[in-house]
């Protein structure tokens, strides 16, 4: 990933991309499922099973890339934490102005 605004690596931008993919991957991931049960529905059951496999497929293409954007916004939050808790501890005054916290929270 190269930092632009689909990547989910840059600020707003990236948060914006990664909910325009993840809504990307849900519509076809309904997408293979509807195409599924039609196929099911008119008894084309081998046509039905192997449409069933690219179902699974794209359910877990998109479980995986919502984990990963989950765990981006997470570790994003822990530094965003640990750069206010150095500021804090670098001007102890500005962290009572601000109310930012002294120490990371452990909960």
Do not use: C, W
């Not at 991309?17 to 081998?46: C, N, P, S």
């Amino acid at each position: 990933m190269n930092g632009d605004a689909n990547s989910g690596t840059g600020g707003q931008g990236g948060q914006v991309g990664r909910v325009g993919e993840i809504q990307r991957m849900k519509a076809e991931l309904q997408a293979h499922y509807e195409r599924f049960k039609a196929l099911r529905a008119e008894g084309r059951g081998e046509e039905a099973v192997a449409q069933f496999n690219v179902t699974l497929k794209a359910a877990g293409d998109l479980l995986e890339t919502s984990t990963r954007v989950l765990k981006d916004l997470a570790m994003k939050g822990a530094l965003d934490a640990d750069a206010a808790s150095a500021a804090a501890e670098a001007n102890p005054s500005a962290a009572k102005v601000l109310h930012l916290p002294k120490k990371p929270r452990t909960h």
